[in-house]
């Protein structure tokens, strides 16, 4: 059971990024998944999360408009589609999932027990 989070990089104030995160062993329809983030100093924050019900998402206040989240089954992906970045952005990203399938725990990080690796965002002014 593992998750990869890959698609960060260096990009300019403006600028797009795709974060993918791609499960094995396991199938990730069955979970709800989170993003997060950590920046140098600050706590980890929750940016966007999907159900598995039904494919709902939700955003935190911070990226809602600019970040879409997104599953590929057939890929056993979920893609966050990252635009007009800011350097507020920069972080660490995380992906996760909760212990059970068809659970959901929105933004709090601490009900997630699978996590990704991280992939690094860092966005210039």
């Known amino acids: 059971v593992q998750l990869q989070a890959s698609g960060g990089g260096l990009v300019q104030s403006g600028g797009s990024l795709r974060l993918s995160c791609v499960a094995s062993?396991?199938?990730?329809?069955?979970?709800?998944v989170g993003w997060f983030r950590q920046a140098p100093g600050k706590e980890r924050e929750g940016v966007s999360c999907?159900?598995?019900?039904?494919?709902?998402?939700y955003y935190s206040h911070s990226v809602k408009g600019r970040f879409t989240l997104s599953r590929d089954n057939a890929k056993n992906t979920v893609y966050l589609q990252m635009n007009s970045l800011k350097p507020e952005d920069t972080a660490v990203y995380y992906c996760?999932?909760?212990?059970?399938?068809?659970?959901?725990?929105?933004?709090?990080?601490?009900?997630?027990?699978?996590w990704g690796q991280g992939t690094q965002v860092t966005v210039s002014s």
């Open positions: 996760a999932t909760p212990e059970s399938p068809f659970t959901f725990r929105g933004f709090h990080a601490g009900a997630y027990r699978n």
């Open positions: 999907i159900s598995s019900a039904d494919n709902t998402t």
């Open positions: 062993g396991f199938r990730l329809d069955y979970y709800a």
